[in-house]
């Protein structure tokens, strides 16, 4: 048996998805802030494949990876050239440009580390996503003690997003057989047809945003008031243990780079390396 | 229609959460349009900018609320929901509309711009608070490792000239021939919230 998360559909019996969304939330909030904190390679490397071991363990399809392959491209290439061409990071020049910045033997380590660092967050976010569905989204946001209306604001925009995407279809189709053309013109002039395009999706998301206020407030919706939930989530031990767990993680890695330095630029082991 | 402490009504949540799919499904439209190699959910016509900025003059707060989960929802699938996506692309499209909505109440522009004055307001205030917004989003991006403090300043002027001009083109569209209508609008904002 499967069951469909946000992204894929993923076995029933992974083990994320007997947690409940607080520590859901709180796992995205950590590998995030983990992989803020740290700034040495190695380190990155070990978390990375843990992360990726954690995939194994949650049954999440390992194609949902190679689909963030393009993004991790896409971004590595910008912090190479971002870094290649303008930082200066001591080290032993190999090369200084006109402009004055340079590239050293620890340019390219530091700008590898960079990358490690934008893939931890990718894996770990996708990797908690992949096992949460919108309702745990709405639930945990509810958990956190946070306004249910921001919950419910959450959950429509994530809905409407392909019910816009339908209706743009049909409005760019409609204006096509009445003789406008997308693709014709200098770009402004192409720009200010997508523009004009908008403005009936806009009346008929105004429309619908009536529509839908009618419906939720037949169905007694208020902004503030009190209400009750359909599915009960209730918060084990287990995930209370968890969510303690996360954040200790997260202080441990701080206390590990400010107190110790082992995960500070080139942190450890390097550091026996590179004498720092 | 119900009406509840401070004027807000379930009306407003819901514009922002349906206007908040309209932003996301233009932000992967532009994305997959005209993207900037190594911004993460980058484009270089940010088409839900336009459309943020006008319903923040509309809506208020639930316009730029619209456009910081749209852009984070239109960014994600890409970039991943990730921090940064979230502190740069997200945060930014929120600060953004909402300074401009600043400048808009402070000077008591009228958003259907009918005369020059408003106008002159609405070029300015756009490129004002575009250019504070990528400064923000850079900072960000430069927090994060993602580029140098060098970058930074050409970072900023790349990002104010591309989204100070898909805000003109589309904003100013929509913003001349939509306003008086959505005046009469049961949830169009005067104020902040309501």
């Known amino acids: ?276 | 229609m119900e009406t509840v402490r401070g004027g807000i009504k379930p009306g407003h949540l819901v514009v922002s959460g349906v206007f908040g799919g309209i932003c996301a499904g233009a932000a992967l439209f532009s994305i997959i349009m005209v993207p900037i190699p190594g911004i993460p959910g980058g484009s270089g016509f940010w088409i839900p900018a336009g459309l943020y900025f006008a319903l923040t003059l509309w809506f208020g707060f639930w316009g730029a609320l619209a456009g910081h989960i749209g852009t984070f929802i239109g960014m994600g699938p890409f970039f991943g929901f990730t921090f940064q996506v979230w502190a740069d692309g997200a945060l930014g499209d929120f600060l953004a509309p909402l300074i401009n909505l600043a400048i808009f109440r402070a000077t008591r522009a009228d958003p259907e711009l009918k005369t020059g004055r408003d106008m002159g307001i609405w070029l300015i205030s756009v490129i004002i608070s575009t250019c504070l917004a990528a400064m923000w989003i850079h900072f960000v991006n430069y927090s994060f490792g993602t580029i140098t403090f060098d970058l930074w300043k050409w970072g900023v002027i790349a990002y104010t000239i591309g989204d100070t001009l898909a805000v003109w083109i589309i904003g100013t569209l929509l913003l001349r021939s939509a306003t008086k209508y959505i005046k009469t609008f049961p949830y169009y904002v005067k104020g902040l919230f309501s």
């Open chain 1, 1 to 276: 048996m499967s069951q469909r998360s946000m992204f894929v559909h993923i076995s029933k019996d992974s083990p994320l998805n007997l947690l409940h969304p607080l520590p859901k939330l709180a796992s995205i909030l950590m590998i995030n802030t983990v992989a803020l904190i740290i700034e040495a390679p190695i380190p990155f490397l070990i978390l990375i494949i843990l992360v990726m071991f954690a995939f194994r363990i949650a049954k999440v399809p390992l194609m949902r990876i190679w689909r963030l392959i393009v993004a991790l491209v896409i971004v590595s290439q910008a912090v190479i050239i971002s870094y290649v061409f303008t930082s200066r990071i001591p080290g032993k020049i190999i090369y200084e440009f006109p402009w004055g910045t340079y590239v050293s033997d620890m340019t390219l380590l530091f700008s590898l580390s960079m990358i490690m660092r934008y893939s931890t967050m990718l894996l770990g976010s996708t990797l908690i996503l992949c096992t949460t569905s919108d309702r745990d989204i709405t639930y945990g946001i509810s958990s956190l003690k946070l306004p249910y209306s921001l919950a419910f604001i959450f959950t429509l925009a994530f809905r409407s997003t392909s019910i816009f995407i339908d209706d743009f279809a049909k409005v760019r189709d409609a204006m096509i057989l009445r003789g406008t053309n997308f693709y014709k013109g200098s770009i402004v002039s192409r720009a200010r047809s997508y523009a004009k395009l908008l403005i009936p999706l806009i009346f008929i998301a105004l429309r619908r945003v009536v529509e839908y206020t009618y419906a939720v407030e037949a169905k007694g919706f208020t902004v503030t008031g009190k209400r009750t939930y359909l599915h009960r989530y209730d918060v084990k031990p287990r995930d209370i243990a968890i969510s303690i767990l996360l954040a200790s993680a997260a202080l441990f890695t701080f206390i590990l780079k400010y107190w110790f330095g082992i995960l500070s630029f080139p942190g450890w082991p390097l550091n026996m390396f590179f004498g720092r």
